[in-house]
């Protein structure tokens, strides 16, 4: 006699396990919608490599960044405090945007411009006392690369808006919804005016600059302006 076993069912996965892979399939379907329409952009405004990687973070900051290699980072905090697919399309086509710019490169420079007068200043402000302290120059080099970053990233915030405004737009997202998640930053800041030590622009500006684009985008521009 042959007993049977009756087939080990398939065990299900948990719920958080099942969230994350929700999480990751959501993001990555609005990536691929957002891909063709980013490359566009991409060689529209002469940046010849126009590919990205794009990585979900399980940790619930909202937040999300640019990174080395053309990667592009979104936190599960985004994903959740979004209300629709267009917010979180505004986030994704935001960093690609910050790559599409080049803004990786141009802030390590910048930095290391301003680390530079930094260091020079604090000489020449402190002559000798300077001359025989290398803390002291170092520590004028660290502030002038902060001075550096500061300077220049609130600059390439707008641009990466201004682009990631075309971006959106050409994959099918509607830009008010997208705007959407600026008005929800701009809340969580509690900021109206920017300030020198901002590294983002203050919520008002920057919806000002959103709404900029978008007017500009409906007039009937196809593509964004070059620099």
């Not at 490359?39 to 979900?56: F, I, N």
Request: charge should be negative; include cysteine; proline fraction near 4%.
């Amino acid at each position: 006699l042959m007993i049977r076993r009756p087939p080990r069912s398939t065990p299900k996965p948990s719920s958080a396990a099942s969230d994350v892979y929700k999480r990751q399939a959501r993001i990555s379907a609005l990536y691929n919608q957002l891909k063709p329409a980013a490359t566009d952009v991409c060689r529209y405004v002469g940046e010849h490599h126009c590919e990205w990687e794009l990585t979900y973070s399980p940790e619930e900051e909202v937040n999300a960044y640019a990174s080395d290699a053309a990667t592009v980072v979104i936190y599960k905090g985004i994903v959740q405090y979004a209300r629709s697919d267009a917010e979180i399309a505004m986030v994704i086509a935001h960093e690609m945007a910050h790559h599409i710019a080049d803004h990786i490169r141009e802030s390590q420079n910048s930095q290391a411009v301003g680390a530079i007068i930094g260091g020079v200043a604090m000489t020449l402000l402190l002559g000798d006392a300077a001359a025989y302290s290398g803390q002291i120059i170092s520590d004028g080099m660290q502030i002038g690369a902060v001075a550096g970053a500061l300077t220049f990233s609130r600059k390439q915030e707008m641009e990466a808006d201004y682009l990631s405004a075309y971006i959106i737009a050409h994959a099918g997202f509607d830009l008010d919804a997208g705007r959407g998640i600026l008005v929800k930053l701009g809340r969580m800041s509690g900021r109206t005016e920017s300030t020198v030590l901002d590294t983002h622009p203050a919520g008002p500006e920057r919806l000002a600059a959103w709404d900029l684009a978008a007017a500009e985008i409906r007039s009937g521009s196809p593509m964004p302006r070059k620099r």
